[in-house]
């Protein structure tokens, strides 16, 4: 069974930074692709960004695109996600997910594990 627990969100000024982690249990997901994904209130489910399992190769939404950046740690099972110049319509959950590719996440629906959520509310 594999768990994975969002951290570090919170309440942050426009402009602002922050910067979430995400510790995996039960098993490694070092042979699995990991990202983020966020869901506003009122708001289907959107990808955010995406990392191979080597930390190779990363992927982003263009709304996020040159103000977050993904990472991962497969030594301690953890991805992380650098948040910079937030604005407003950042806020959102943010959802830790695994899958076997960057382009299950991107999907969403091929997401194999998720994480229950992290709260980032930017101010304005």
């Known amino acids: 069974q594999v768990q994975l627990v969002e951290s570090g969100g919170g309440l942050v000024q426009a402009g602002g930074s922050l910067r979430l982690s995400c510790a995996a249990s039960g098993r490694t997901l070092s042979t699995y692709a990991m990202g983020w994904c966020r869901q506003a209130p009122g708001m289907e489910r959107e990808f955010v960004a995406a990392i191979s399992w080597s930390g190779g190769s990363t992927s982003y939404a263009d709304s996020v695109k040159g103000r977050f950046t993904i990472s991962r740690d497969n030594a301690k099972n953890t991805e992380y996600l650098q948040m910079e110049s937030l604005k407003p319509e950042d806020t959102a959950v943010y959802y830790c997910?695994?899958?076997?590719?960057?382009?299950?996440?991107?999907?969403?629906?091929?997401?194999?594990?998720w994480g229950k959520g992290t709260a980032v509310t930017v101010s304005s």
């Open positions: 997910a695994a899958g076997p590719n960057k382009a299950t996440i991107q999907n969403i629906y091929g997401v194999d594990y």
